[in-house]
Nanobody, 120 residues
Framework: QVHLVESGGGLVQAGGSLRLSCAAS????????MGWVRQAPGKEREFVAA????????SYADSVKGRFTISRDNAKNTVYLQMNSLKFEDTATYYC?????????????WGQGTQVTVSS
């Protein structure tokens, strides 16, 4: 079982930056694939980024490539999402997620979400 708590959301102007954090409980954090998924009002959840257990492999949605960076600190049981050059269309609730297997793409655990609002 993994318990995830996000923080770092807020209101930012277009072109600005935010860093989201996700603190995870449990001694097996280092064995999980971690990721971020977002959901805008009236839209389905959308994959944003993922990172494998060691941090050696990452994956990004095309819409955020070159602007967002996912990273993790296994000693702190924390995963981060650095978001730069934010756009209005990045406005969404951002969820931290975890799964055991890199290839399945099915997230097993979810945080409660943190709101990111980008003003144009």
């Amino acid at each position: 079982q993994v318990h995830l708590v996000e923080s770092g959301g807020g209101l930012v102007q277009a072109g600005g930056s935010l860093r989201l954090s996700c603190a995870a409980s449990g001694r097996t954090f280092g064995s999980y694939v971690m990721g971020w998924v977002r959901q805008a009002p009236g839209k389905e959840r959308e994959f944003v980024a993922a990172i494998n257990w060691s941090g050696g492999s990452t994956s990004y949605a095309d819409s955020v490539k070159g602007r967002f960076t996912i990273s993790r600190d296994n000693a702190k049981n924390t995963v981060y999402l650095q978001m730069n050059s934010l756009k209005f269309e990045d406005t969404a609730t951002y969820y931290c997620a975890a799964r055991k297997n890199w290839s399945t793409g099915v997230w097993e655990y979810w945080g409660q979400g943190t709101q990111v609002t980008v003003s144009s």
